[in-house]
C-alpha cells in the first residue's frame, strides 16, 4: 500500500467533515454574523483587536499546533500499529477534538471573550472554578516538562543519514536562537516603523530558511564548548529554555509573541504543505535517485491490543495521541486569546473547528514518518525518538521536491522546536495568569514571583537526577511524564467539554447537546481517567511474604500527581452533575440575558 492513498484519502475525508459537520455545529450554536464580538465590542488594540481570519488562522494554529500533533502519532504508531492511530485521528479530530475547540470558542465569545474557568463560574459554583483552575494549572507543568526536555534533546547529538552527511544538534541550536531573534526584530520594527505586516512576511520568513541554512555551519554545542557529558548538557539548555520561558512570559506580548506566533504560522504552513507535496509526488513515484522510488507502507498496521512493553491499546492509544484528535489544551488557547480577535462569530468554524482538522493532518503527516519505516529500522531500535525520526521523514519527503536532504532534516528539527515555543511561553503565561487569580498578586512583582512558581516547578522535574530501572535503562524525563501529561491534557479537554455542556443544556435545553458535546465528554473522561489511574497504580508495587502483604510507597511524584489530577477532575464531575440536577437557578442573571439576546 502507498503512503498517498493515505494522505490523499485523509485530506478528502476532513475536508468532507469540514463542509458537513462543521455548518451543522454553526447552526447549532446559533453563529449569527451580524452579532458584534467581543473583539469589535471592546477593542482596545492591545488585548481586543478584530483580525481578519486568514491572519487569525495562522497566529491560532501556530499556538495549538505544537510538538503534540508530531510526537503523540509516532509513539502510538510505534507502539501499536499505524491503523488504530490513523482511524483515532481521523473520529477524534471530527466528532471529539474539533467540536471542542469550536464550542470552547463559541462558549468564550458569548461570555465576553473570558476563559473557559470563567464560563465554569458562571454556570457551575465558585469552588468549580477553584477545582478546573487548579487542575489546569498542574496539567500545564507537566506540559511544560514534557515540552521542554524533548526540545532540549534536538539540541544535543546528531543525526547521520544513508548518504553520510550528519546534522548536528548543535547546529539546530544555533538555527533555533537564530529564529527567536527574528521576531523580537520583527515586533519593534512593526511598532516603531511604518513596516506592514505584510511586507515583514515577506522579509522575515525567508530569514528563517537562512537561519536553518546557516546553523549547520555555526554549531552551537554546549557538550562540546563546555567538555561536559551529555546528560549534564541537557539540564543545562532546561535551564535555558526555562528561562526563555519565563522571560517571554513577562515582555510585552507585540514584542516577542505576536510577531513570533505570526511566523509560526507560515512555518507550520509550510512544513505541513511541503510534507504532504513530497509525500504525493513520492508516492507517485518522482524525485530524484532513491526518492524517485515510491514510498510505501513498510511498518505494521496493527500489532496488537498490547504493545512490546505491555501497555494496552485502551486507555493508552486515547492519551498518547492528544493533540492531532483531541487537546484540552486547544480550549486554553481558544478562550484565552483567539477569542478576544475574532472579527465575526461565523469566523469561529474556520478557525475553531477548521485549525483541529489541519492539526490532524499534521499528525498524520507525522504519523506517516513512521509507516515509512520497517520495524527492524535504526530509527526505532532503541525506543523512538520523534524529534529525530519526524526531521528524518521530512527530509525525505522534501528531498522529493528537490530539497537537499540536509536542509530539509534541519528544517524539520527547526520546525519541531518552533512548534514547541510556541507551547512552553503560552503555558508559562497561562501559568501566571491562574498564580495571580488564585493568589491575588498584581503589578510586576506578582507577576514575576506568579512566573518563578510556574517556572520553577517544572525545573524541579528537569533537574531530577535520572533513575535507572531494573534492566538499567534510564529514561528520559519527557518520556516518563508523556502519558501523564496525555492523560491530564485528555481530562482537561473532558473537564472542558463537561463546562460546555452543563453551559448549553442550561441555556438551550436542547437534546442534541447530549449527543454532540455530552457523549464526547464521556468518552474523553472516561478514557483519561482509566489512564490516571493505571499511571498510579502501576507505582505502588505490592510484594505478599509470609506475614501478609507489604507495600512499597513510591518516592516518585508521579503517581501522586496522577492521584491529584484525578481527585480534582472527579470532584468537578460531582459539581458538574449535582449543578445539572439541580435545575436552571444558578445559571446568573446576565447569563439567561446574553443567552436570550443570541437566540
Request: net charge neutral; hydrophobic share 55%; proline share 5%.
Amino acid at each position: 500500500m502507498n503512503l498517498v492513498l493515505v494522505v490523499v484519502l485523509s485530506a478528502v475525508l476532513l475536508s468532507i467533515a469540514y463542509v458537513t459537520y462543521g455548518p451543522v455545529l454553526a447552526r447549532l450554536l446559533l453563529l449569527d454574523p451580524q452579532a458584534k464580538t467581543p473583539a469589535v465590542e471592546l477593542r482596545d488594540d492591545v488585548d481586543y483587536v478584530p483580525i481578519e481570519p486568514k491572519f487569525l488562522l495562522g497566529q491560532h494554529f501556530s499556538a495549538i499546533a505544537a510538538a503534540g500533533p508530531i510526537v503523540g502519532p509516532i509513539l502510538a504508531g510505534a507502539m501499536f500499529g499505524w491503523l488504530p492511530a490513523l482511524i483515532w485521528i481521523l473520529v477524534g479530530s471530527i466528532f471529539i477534538g474539533g467540536v471542542h475547540d469550536m464550542t470552547a470558542l463559541v462558549a468564550s465569545i458569548r461570555h465576553q471573550a473570558r476563559s473557559i474557568a470563567e464560563v465554569v463560574r458562571d454556570h457551575m459554583t465558585p469552588r468549580s472554578y477553584l477545582l478546573f483552575l487548579s487542575f489546569v494549572w498542574l496539567a500545564l507543568v507537566y506540559i511544560v516538562v514534557a515540552f521542554t526536555d524533548i526540545t532540549a534533546t534536538s539540541f544535543l547529538g546528531q543525526l547521520e543519514m544513508e548518504n553520510g552527511q550528519v546534522v548536528t544538534g548543535g547546529g539546530i541550536a544555533t538555527s533555533s536562537l537564530l529564529y527567536l531573534a527574528l521576531p523580537l526584530v520583527m515586533g519593534v520594527l512593526l511598532r516603531y516603523t511604518r513596516l506592514s505586516l505584510g511586507w515583514a512576511t515577506v522579509i522575515f520568513v525567508p530569514l528563517v530558511g537562512v537561519a536553518i541554512w546557516a546553523g549547520q555551519y555555526f554549531p552551537f554545542d554546549l557538550q562540546e564548548l563546555l567538555g561536559i557529558e551529555r546528560s549534564s548538557a541537557q539540564r543545562i539548555w532546561n535551564v535555558v529554555l526555562m528561562a526563555y520561558c519565563c522571560a517571554a512570559s513577562l515582555i510585552p506580548m507585540w514584542l516577542l509573541l505576536q510577531p513570533r506566533g505570526h511566523l509560526g504560522g507560515y512555518f507550520l504552513y509550510i512544513a505541513l504543505g511541503g510534507g504532504m507535496l513530497g509525500l504525493i509526488l513520492g508516492g507517485l513515484g518522482f524525485g530524484a535517485g532513491e526518492s524517485r522510488q515510491a514510498l510505501s507502507i513498510e511498518y505494521p498496521a496493527f500489532i496488537g491490543w498490547s504493545s512490546a512493553s505491555g501497555q494496552p491499546l485502551f486507555p493508552l492509544l486515547f492519551i498518547t495521541i492528544a493533540c492531532g484528535a483531541c487537546s484540552g489544551f486547544h480550549s486554553l488557547i481558544a478562550s484565552g486569546t483567539t477569542s478576544k480577535q475574532l472579527r465575526l462569530e461565523t469566523d469561529a468554524k474556520v478557525v475553531g473547528y477548521g485549525t483541529m482538522l489541519m492539526e490532524a493532518m499534521v499528525a498524520i503527516v507525522s504519523l506517516c514518518c513512521v509507516m515509512m519505516l520497517a520495524q527492524s529500522s535504526p530509527l526505532l531500535k532503541e525506543g523512538p525518538k520523534p524529534n529525530f525520526l519526524y526531521a528524518s521523514g521530512i527530509g525525505r519527503f522534501l528531498e522529493v521536491v528537490g530539497v537537499p536532504a540536509t536542509f530539509g532534516i534541519s528544517f524539520g528539527l527547526m520546525a519541531f522546536t518552533t512548534f514547541v515555543y510556541d507551547t512552553l511561553d503560552v503555558c508559562t503565561r497561562l501559568g501566571r495568569y491562574i498564580i495571580q487569580e488564585l493568589t491575588g498578586w498584581q503589578g510586576r512583582l506578582g507577576g514575576a514571583l506568579a512566573t518563578a512558581i510556574t517556572a520553577g516547578a517544572p525545573l524541579i522535574f528537569l533537574l531530577r537526577e535520572p533513575v535507572p530501572d531494573l534492566t538499567g535503562k534510564v529514561t528520559p524525563a519527557w518520556r516518563l511524564f508523556w502519558d501523564l501529561f496525555g492523560a491530564s491534557n485528555q481530562l482537561l479537554a473532558a473537564l472542558a467539554l463537561v463546562a460546555v455542556t452543563v453551559w448549553l443544556w442550561r441555556t438551550r435545553r436542547a437534546k442534541w447537546v447530549w449527543f454532540v458535546t455530552g457523549i464526547p465528554a464521556v468518552f474523553m473522561y472516561v478514557m483519561s481517567a482509566w489512564a490516571l489511574v493505571r499511571i498510579s497504580t502501576n507505582y505502588f508495587v505490592f510484594d505478599r511474604g509470609w506475614q501478609g502483604f507489604t507495600q512499597n510507597i513510591p518516592s516518585d511524584p508521579v503517581p501522586w500527581v496522577a492521584i491529584v489530577l484525578m481527585s480534582l477532575a472527579l470532584l468537578m464531575l460531582i459539581e458538574a452533575v449535582i449543578v445539572i440536577l439541580s435545575g436552571g437557578n444558578r445559571t446568573p442573571p446576565r447569563v439567561r440575558a446574553a443567552a436570550s439576546a443570541a437566540a
